[in-house]
């Protein structure tokens, strides 16, 4: 059974960072192009970073390039956010899932940043 488990959200100020983890199971993980996703209120998901199966190469949406780092520790079968420099407009719930995405989505995580 496929599942992703995203955890690390919160309410923060603006500049400030936090650290969002994605725990997967029911599928190889090693193997397979990992990407973050973030929905803002009533907009579609998209893209916010996605890394390579042996984590050396990674890729950020230009909204978040030099702010956002992901990574992943495949023994563990986790990818992690680490979003820094927040903005109101990095607002969203956030998801994990592989390229291509599988049809299963986890609950995602809350990321508000308000002052």
């Known amino acids: 059974q496929v599942q992703f488990v995203e955890s690390g959200g919160g309410l923060v100020q603006p500049g400030g960072s936090l650290s969002l983890s994605c725990v997967v199971s029911?599928?190889?993980?090693?193997?397979?192009?990992m990407q973050w996703y973030g929905q803002a209120p009533g907009k579609e998901r998209e893209r916010v970073a996605g890394?390579?199966?042996?984590?050396?190469?990674?890729t950020y949406a230009d909204s978040v390039n030099g702010r956002f780092t992901i990574s992943r520790d495949n023994a563990k079968k986790t990818v992690y956010l680490q979003m820094n420099s927040l903005k109101p407009e990095d607002t969203a719930v956030y998801y994990c899932?592989?390229?291509?995405?599988?049809?299963?989505w986890g609950q995602g995580t809350q990321v508000t940043v308000s002052s």
């Open positions: 899932n592989r390229v291509p995405a599988l049809p299963y």
């Open positions: 890394i390579s199966r042996d984590g050396e190469t990674t």
């Open positions: 029911g599928f190889p993980f090693s193997s397979d192009y």
